[in-house]
């Protein structure tokens, strides 16, 4: 099996995908509320709450906020004990404890855990002073907790389809989700979701190594 060095990349990349169109379709169901944010996409590191005020240029049609997913940490597990983490007490035989120049393989399965992150904008203090209302401050509530749910909705209904190699589609453990904020007018919250990367993905496109070499010397 070989693993593409653009699988982290994909797996954010479907993830995130997963979830805009599960918060998308928010509206159709409930009037009123907001659909997938206009700042959309995969960050390195944490993300900063920017343009949860619609300082994306908010287009018709569009809504407010901003919705990423990121990486926090990539490990080693194996296909029987995923997601728990291998060390150096790992069995003798199998690859996974103590590494030496007589053992530079791969692990049997890479695991990354993924971070969706949600920022919406809230009501602030009038400019006299007063805070916001209790009714404003509860439709506000209202968009974060459908968010909250629509992003699960988004993880356990579409992510494990985007791997088609395997029969079952991508494996995956769904973490807890966790309120952040605020940060200036922006609220949201974090969704964790671990991902075993023992798909079997096709070489990366010559084409695709070139695009990526090229974007990087150019940044310099």
């Known amino acids: 099996m070989t693993l593409s060095m653009l699988a982290i990349h994909q797996a954010a990349q479907n993830l995130l995908d997963c979830v805009c169109t599960a918060v998308d379709a928010l509206p159709l169901s409930l009037p009123g509320l907001a659909g ?11 993300p ?52 030496s120049l007589k053992n530079c393989a791969m692990p049997q399965v890479t695991a990354v855990e993924l971070l969706v992150t949600l920022f919406r904008c809230v ?20 968009q974060y907790h459908a968010d909250m749910l629509a992003v699960q909705q988004g993880v356990l209904c579409c992510f494990a389809g985007t791997d088609t190699s395997r029969r079952n589609g991508r494996r995956y453990v769904m973490g807890q989700t966790t309120t952040i904020g ?38 310099f």
Do not use: I, Y
């Open 123 to 142: 009501p602030g203090p009038t400019d006299e002073g007063c805070p916001p209302s209790m009714a404003e401050l509860d439709a506000a509530a209202m």
């Open 182 to 219: 605020p940060a200036g007018a922006c609220v949201g919250f974090q969704t964790r979701v671990t991902v075993a990367l023992d798909d079997s993905l096709p070489p990366v496109p010559v084409a695709a190594l070139v695009a990526v070499e090229s974007a990087t010397l150019g940044s």
């Open 48 to 99: 900063a709450a920017d343009g949860c005020d619609g300082g994306c240029s908010v287009g018709p049609g569009e809504w407010p906020g901003q919705l990423t997913v990121n990486v926090v940490r990539l490990f080693a597990t194996d296909a029987q004990t995923f997601p728990r983490e291998v060390g150096p007490s790992a069995s003798a035989g199998t690859g996974l404890g103590v590494r």
């Open 36 to 46: 997938c944010p206009c700042r959309v996409g995969v960050v390195p590191a944490a």
